[in-house]
């Protein structure tokens, strides 16, 4: 009797142990499951955003700043040297509009000094002695002089100067070479004849004087 007692205790026992362990195994195979799952779901972990502290931010835009100005520096310097650059130029042209403004007058009036200085040149100085000339030749030759005289003074007012004289070394620049000749007289190169005088203005040429150049004899 006894020995059954202790054989169903420990069957008992046993029975519990086995129930026991089947329980764990069958919890452990359906935890299993679940920890896949929630393996699969666990999302990708993305990278931590880095955001700039507030001395980065400022820093960036005061290189934001720096570059804006500079670039408004340049657009200010060249708009001052073009205004400069424009200054300039109107002076320059305001100085030769009223060096040269009576360039046209002034050549005009070069025919008239011209016919002047034949009319007294064509007058021989012996037919104005008193008793070879009558009086109104001379008055005539007087005030042509005259004439001529003041037309001169006034070109000089004006900076209108001649240029061109027998002897002158011959320069293209202001010289008008209409023909060549020997004159063994007078040096090779140079003004031996002088047609009609040149004129400048302020230094410009306004007409060339025209002249015969002296040219070196034949060997």
Do not use: W
């Not at 059954?4 to 026991?20: D, P």
């Not at 820093?59 to 400069?84: H, Y």
């Not at 008008?176 to 302020?202: H, R």
């Amino acid at each position: 009797m006894l020995r059954r007692v202790v054989l169903s205790s420990a069957a008992r026992s046993v029975s519990r142990v086995q129930l026991r362990s089947i329980s764990q195994s069958s919890f452990l195979c359906a935890e299993e499951p679940k920890a896949d799952e929630s393996k699969a779901e666990e999302p990708k972990s993305e990278e931590p955003k880095t955001e700039l502290t507030e001395t980065e931010k400022l820093q960036q835009q005061i290189e934001e700043l720096t570059t804006k100005n500079k670039d408004a520096n340049d657009r200010l310097l060249r708009a001052l040297a073009d205004a400069e650059n424009v200054r300039r130029i109107s002076r320059v042209d305001v100085n030769n509009a009223r060096e040269f403004a009576i360039s046209k007058f002034a050549k005009a009036l070069l025919d008239v000094s011209d016919n002047l200085t034949r009319a007294h040149e064509s007058i021989d100085i012996e037919t104005l002695q008193p008793e070879k000339q009558l009086d109104a030749i001379k008055v005539l030759h007087e005030g042509v002089v005259m004439t001529e005289n003041q037309l001169q003074k006034v070109f000089r007012e004006f900076k209108i100067n001649q240029v061109g004289a027998v002897g002158d070394k011959f320069d293209p620049n202001v010289h008008d070479a209409l023909f060549e000749y020997e004159d063994a007289t007078k040096e090779a190169g140079s003004i031996g004849q002088l047609m009609k005088t040149g004129y400048l203005l302020n230094e410009r040429v306004i007409r060339p004087a025209q002249v015969g150049v002296v040219k070196a004899p034949k060997q």
